[in-house]
Nanobody
Framework: QVQLVESGGELVQAGGSLRLSCAAS????????MGWFRQAPGKERELVAA????????VYADSVKGRFTISGDNAKNTVYLQMDSLKPEDTAVYYC????????????????????WGQGTQVTISS
């Protein structure tokens, strides 16, 4: 059974940095695509970044390009989201997600493609 557990969310000031972690268990994740999504109050859940674990290809939302970096540690079955130059509009619950089978393909951007989800971690950016 696939389990995803996020950590690292907290309250920080605008301009600061955070690193979120997603610890995955229950499968061999080298053939998965994994992503970070976020959901702010009153808004739909949206893609932040995703990575294809087999080839390392990444995709980002335009709003975070140049500020956020997604990476993976295959030995630890963990995916990270390094967030720099944080803005108040980055405030949201951040969710880790995974889908099997994206071998040698870029990760999907569509939220509907992802089968497994974590419980989320709250990120709050104060102005």
């Amino acid at each position: 059974q696939v389990q995803l557990v996020e950590s690292g969310g907290e309250l920080v000031q605008a301009g600061g940095s955070l690193r979120l972690s997603c610890a995955a268990s229950g499968s061999t994740f080298s053939t998965y695509a994994m992503g970070w999504f976020r959901q702010a109050p009153g808004k739909e859940r949206e893609l932040v970044a995703a990575i294809s674990r087999s080839i390392g290809t990444t995709v980002y939302a335009d709003s975070v390009k140049g500020r956020f970096t997604i990476s993976g540690d295959n030995a630890k079955n963990t995916v990270y989201l390094q967030m720099d130059s944080l803005k108040p509009e980055d405030t949201a619950v951040y969710y880790c997600a995974a889908v099997r089978g994206f071998v040698l393909r870029p990760p999907p951007r569509d939220i509907g493609e992802y089968d497994y989800w974590g419980q989320g971690t709250q990120v709050t950016i104060s102005s």
